[in-house]
Each structure stands twice: as structure tokens, then as C-alpha cells.
């Protein structure tokens, strides 16, 4: 019996990471906010920052978007830029200056697409649009 229930548990474990969202797939819903073709790093950039204030992905952290930087590095192998959201330490925002922890991590892809790992920092997931306010 206890084997059976291990191999159960083995199955759904190892189910759950084969089978999670990829980083980027295709069929991950392109916002109109960031539906714009990402051509350097300057965009992957400009759009980051703006994904980052409209989804409102710093409040966790409770850090304002002057107290933190952006690194983007590119995918050789495939047109994606991943942008890494660390804190800034400064005299302004404190924090030891020789330190900069990683609050979250953004993958853009040359058409718009966009996951990120703000929502558990383990796995990639889309961002979901943000809703319209209704009246």
C-alpha cells in the first residue's frame, strides 16, 4: 500500500513540473499594453518598467521604482530578453551597497509576450492583463 501511495504522490509531483506554463509559449495572451515588437534592449527596457508599475509587481516588496534596477541580458539561442528586477542599494534607499537581491525576473519575447516569475520566483507564469475598471 505505502508503495502504491508513493508512486501516486512521484506521479502528480513529477506531472505538475512537465506539465506547468513554459516560460513562453504560444499561446500566452499578448496585452495591448505591451503588444509591441521588441527590437533591443532598449525596448525590452521601456517595457519592463512599465509592466512593472501598471501590474503593480513592486508592491510586495514594498520598494518604489527609484529604490530598484533593471538588468536585461539577451537569449542567444531564442529572441527573448530576460530583465532582472533587483533592489538598489543607496543612500537614499538604504540597504548595504555591495548587495543588489533579485525581486523578480521578466522574460520578453521579441513579439510582446511576457511571464514572469513575481507571482512564486520558482516558475515563469503569463502576466494576466489587468481588468477594466467597471462602473
Known amino acids: 500500500m505505502k508503495m502504491h501511495i508513493r508512486k501516486l ?6 506531472s505538475s513540473i512537465l506539465f506547468s506554463q513554459p516560460a513562453l509559449s504560444s499561446d500566452t495572451e499578448i496585452c495591448p499594453l505591451h503588444r509591441k515588437h521588441i527590437r533591443s534592449e ?4 521601456a517595457l519592463a518598467e512599465r509592466v512593472v508599475v501598471v501590474y503593480k509587481l513592486l508592491e510586495p516588496s514594498g520598494l518604489s521604482l527609484d529604490c530598484v534596477e533593471f538588468n536585461p541580458s539577451r537569449n542567444r539561442k531564442e529572441p527573448i530578453y530576460t530583465v532582472d528586477v533587483r533592489e ?4 537614499e ?3 548595504d551597497p555591495m548587495f543588489a537581491p533579485r525581486i523578480l525576473s521578466l522574460n520578453i519575447s521579441s513579439d510582446g509576450r511576457l511571464t514572469t516569475d513575481a507571482y512564486d520566483h520558482v516558475y ?3 502576466l494576466v492583463c ?6
Open 9 to 14: 504522490f512521484f506521479f502528480i509531483f513529477s
Open 42 to 45: 532598449d525596448d525590452a527596457l
Open 88 to 91: 538598489h542599494h543607496s543612500q
Open 93 to 95: 534607499c538604504g540597504g
Open 124 to 126: 515563469f507564469k503569463p
Open 130 to 135: 489587468p481588468k477594466k475598471k467597471t462602473q
